[in-house]
């Protein structure tokens, strides 16, 4: 049984920071690919970043690239975003995922994952 479950979010002026962690509970981890995606209501999942199996290589989306920063530690089994200069357009829920097969590079696309966690609340006031 996997279980990702994100922590972190919460209420944050623009221009602050905030670190979401997400902890996974998946036997072979370290192997799959991982992405973070967020949501408002009304609005379809968009990808945020991906990280690929081993670390070595990260895509953003254009919005965020440049104040995000996704990573991971394989051996502790985490993955975390950290969310500098946020902006009141970065409001959203943040979903943590894992692909569905092994040797991942964190896709863009919402079809190539399979595990999702519930979501972790950011919301950034001007």
């Known amino acids: 049984q996997v279980q990702l479950v994100e922590s972190g979010g919460g209420l944050v002026q623009a221009g602050d920071s905030l670190r979401l962690s997400c902890a996974v509970s998946?036997?072979?981890?370290?192997?799959?690919?991982m992405g973070w995606f967020r949501q408002n209501p009304g609005t379809e999942r968009e990808f945020v970043a991906g990280?690929?199996?081993?670390?070595?290589?990260?895509d953003y989306a254009e919005s965020v690239k440049g104040r995000f920063t996704i990573s991971r530690d394989n051996a502790e089994k985490m993955v975390y975003l950290q969310m500098n200069n946020l902006k009141p357009e970065d409001t959203a829920i943040y979903f943590c995922a894992m692909e569905t097969w092994p040797n991942g590079l964190g896709s863009k696309r919402r079809i190539d994952y399979k595990y999702w966690g519930q979501g972790t609340q950011v919301a950034v006031s001007s």
């Open positions: 990280i690929s199996w081993n670390g070595r290589k990260a």
């Open positions: 998946a036997r072979t981890f370290s192997t799959f690919g």
